[in-house]
Each structure stands twice: as structure tokens, then as C-alpha cells.
């Protein structure tokens, strides 16, 4: 008889642990969109993994509920708890008034498909590349052999591992020059379990000397001085050493397609993101032919370029890269 006063007894504790959660009128619709315009009026910045407040604010909300970012829109009417509310909130004052991109204050960033461990250590995944990595960086490879893969700037690791993933044939190296940057990229190696990449503490092509690779993908840093010193709050969160590259942005970029020949193979493949210092690299080799990449949402300052190409104009870049 004694089995049933305790039964009872559980369930009691259960029930009074159900009945003692106190619900808001509030939906999880309500906080996104109160977030959104929270936001909005705030004036804040946005284009660390999203580029609006809405899909910021939904970000937020998700993560303080331990909820996935791909919830289905069905559950967006769910009441929430107390409790809930006040996670969320506070997610809000820190994003409002520290300017911290959600990104860091979520721990997570989603970049070609994949869940990335995101901190101060490395910027926010964010590259248009990550289009290219879901589409085997064709027709640009136009079907090539590649065994070796180097990712140049590595940073968090996303570039290097979401084409290890995508691509389990292939052997990639990812480099940085900071070593906050290659600790970070080393934890989310583990988190996707990227057995396929290696990790290499290296300036540029410093650390790499007499290694040779098929294909080169680096999006190394290219803001300018002046853009660098007027971006908004939000940047500052971030490494500097990620993004500032002189007075138009190209002075890792140049350094990059001067040494870059040595390190392809004949029949190699270099892709670079310059951003918006597009402009002046094509004002500077105007005979050097690059492929501008269109993606989904257009042009993104991205180029692919061709061994034997560098190697061709290589005198011109050379001059270019040994001025800085």
C-alpha cells in the first residue's frame, strides 16, 4: 500500500510544479515583433548573419527560448512564460544598448547550412562564399580535379570547414595570422567534426612555404582606413585585425595575387572577396582578367581568377604589392 501515497505524492509535486508557471498574454509573435521595433527605433546596425531587425529580432527570441532557428511559423502563437519573457528582454537591452551583434550574444552563426560557434576571437560568419561552397564552387571549377584546398584568412574556421563538409574529398587548410581566431576555428572543427581540414597559424602565405593547392578561397580583411574609423558600434565587437586593410582596402589582396601563383598548382584556382574595394582593384589591373561572381542577390565584390593569368600579369601586381 505504501507504492501509492508515494505515487500520489510525485504527481502532486508535477502538478504543482505546472500550476506554479505563470503565462503571459504575450506570443512569441509579440516578442519578435516588439524586438523588430525595439530595434528599429534604436537605430541599429545590422548585417552580422541578417540584415534586418525582424529576422534579428526572431534570432533572439529563439535562442532565449532554447528553441531552433528554424521553427515552424505554426508555433509563433504559443503563449510564453514569465520567466521567458524576461530572458528575452534581456537579450534585447544588451543588444540595444551594448550594440553587441546577435550573433555573440547567441554564441551561433549559420553560414552555408551550418551551425558555427561565433565569439569575439574571429568576425561573424557572413561571406557571400558560402553560395559558392553549396554549389561545389561550379561552373567557376568548370569540373577540374581538386585534391588540396586552401582557405586564407581563415578566422572562425567557416569558409575552410563548410567546404571540408560539403566536399569530404578534399583535403583543406585553413591559415590566419591570429591565434584567438585559429582557437575558435579549432572548436568549431570539432562541432561539425571536420576531420578533412587542418588548421595552420600563418600571415598570409608565410607558413605555407613550398605547399601547393588546387583551388585558394580567402576572404582576408579589405576596409579602408576611413571606413574602418566610421563604422558603426556594432564593428567594434569585432577584431580589428579582420578588417582594416589601408587606404582602399587592398593591401592584403594584393599581397595575396603577387604570392598566390607560387602556391596553385597549374591548373589552380584563386576566389577573393574585396567588398567594396572591387572598384579601385579593377582601377588598379585593369588588364588582369577577373570573373566578378553574380549571386542570388548580385555582385558582391568577389572575383575568380586563374593561375596562369596571375602568372602572366604577375610583374604589374608585384610592383602594386611591394609599394605598401
Known sequence: MSAGPARSAAANAADF??????????????????????????????????????????????????????LSPVYGASRVTTAEKARVLALFERRINERIPAAYLTGEAWFAGLSFKSDPRALVPRS??????????????GG????????????????????AHYHPEWDVVGADINVDALSLARENKARLHADNVELRQSDLFA???GEVFDLIVT?????????????PAEYA????????????????????????????SGHGLLVCEVGEAERALVALLPELPM??????????????????DLVEH???????????
Request: net charge negative; hydrophobic share 45%.
Open 17 to 70: 510544479d505546472v500550476a506554479d508557471v505563470r503565462f503571459e498574454q504575450l506570443t512569441i509573435v509579440d516578442l519578435i515583433r516588439h524586438g523588430g521595433s525595439r530595434f528599429a527605433q534604436a537605430g541599429l546596425t545590422f548585417g552580422h548573419s541578417y540584415d534586418n531587425a525582424l529576422d534579428e529580432a526572431t534570432q533572439l527570441v529563439l535562442h532565449a527560448l532554447h528553441m531552433p532557428h528554424d
Open 128 to 141: 557571400p562564399i558560402a553560395e559558392l561552397i553549396e554549389t561545389g564552387y561550379e561552373p567557376w571549377l
Open 207 to 209: 607558413g605555407l612555404q
Open 144 to 163: 577540374r580535379e581538386v585534391g588540396r584546398v586552401l582557405d586564407l584568412c581563415t578566422g572562425s574556421g567557416c569558409i575552410a570547414i563548410a567546404t
Open 237 to 264: 565587437h569585432e577584431p580589428e585585425l579582420g578588417l582594416r586593410a589601408g587606404d582602399d582596402g587592398l593591401d592584403l589582396a594584393l599581397r595575396i595575387l603577387r604570392d598566390a601563383p607560387d602556391h596553385l
Open 219 to 231: 576572404n582576408p580583411p579589405y576596409v579602408t582606413h576611413a571606413e574602418t574609423d566610421a563604422l
Open 291 to 308: 570573373a566578378w561572381v553574380e549571386f542570388k542577390v548580385g555582385q558582391m565584390g568577389i572575383f575568380v581568377v586563374e593561375r596562369s
Open 314 to 324: 604577375h610583374a604589374r601586381i608585384k610592383a602594386l604589392a611591394d609599394a605598401r
